[in-house]
């Protein structure tokens, strides 16, 4: 009796373990932020900056694009007139997070840093990416040109619109 106990204790603990390492395998890191920042800005890379998100910089973000991160600060990279920022957003449960360089006022490359989500990995993909080169935001807050999405991935989808709504609507506020 006390034999069968520990075998299924043991293959309980074995379940409760393949499953931990299943659970922490959905996480994938495509390009670290030095990678990013080399194929935003080549060798010269600028320093880092700090934007404060101040109550009246979140209101007016939500305002103007309809979402903020809840960051005290977010960090940016400028060089002339081009920017580039990392941010992060939910999909549907886990963080997605971005690399989005702009030039002037138009999205110049879009990143998949990291991905999380069980679900959805396809925004990772030049197919995908590569509908958002060369757009701006709109005086509505909405990208000026639609983005196809893909099937299965909606929440992901959503989140890279958001976030690229807001890194153009930043870089405006940095630019002055």
Do not use: C
């Not at 920042?37 to 694009?65: C, I, K, S, Y």
């Amino acid at each position: 009796m006390q034999f069968i106990a520990r075998g299924q204790l043991a293959r309980g603990v074995l379940v409760v373990a393949l499953l931990a390492a299943a659970f922490f395998a959905y996480g994938e890191d495509y390009l670290d932020r030095d990678a990013f920042l080399h194929l935003a800005f080549g060798q010269a890379q600028p320093e880092m900056q700090t934007l404060w998100v101040t109550e009246d910089l979140r209101n007016a973000a939500e305002t103007a694009v309809g979402w903020m991160p809840r960051a005290l600060r977010l960090r940016y990279w400028q060089s002339g007139d081009s920017t580039a920022w990392i941010l992060e957003d939910i999909g549907k449960e886990k963080p997605i997070t971005l690399g989005i360089s702009i030039s002037g006022d138009r999205l110049e490359r879009v990143d998949v840093l990291a991905f999380r989500e069980s679900r959805g990995w396809e925004i990772r993909y030049p197919f995908f990416t590569g509908q958002f080169q060369g757009l701006t935001l709109a005086d509505d807050g909405y990208l000026s040109e639609r983005v196809d999405g893909i099937t299965g991935a909606t929440l992901s989808v959503r989140a890279v619109d958001r976030m690229t709504r807001l890194a153009l609507w930043l870089n405006a506020q940095v630019r002055g």
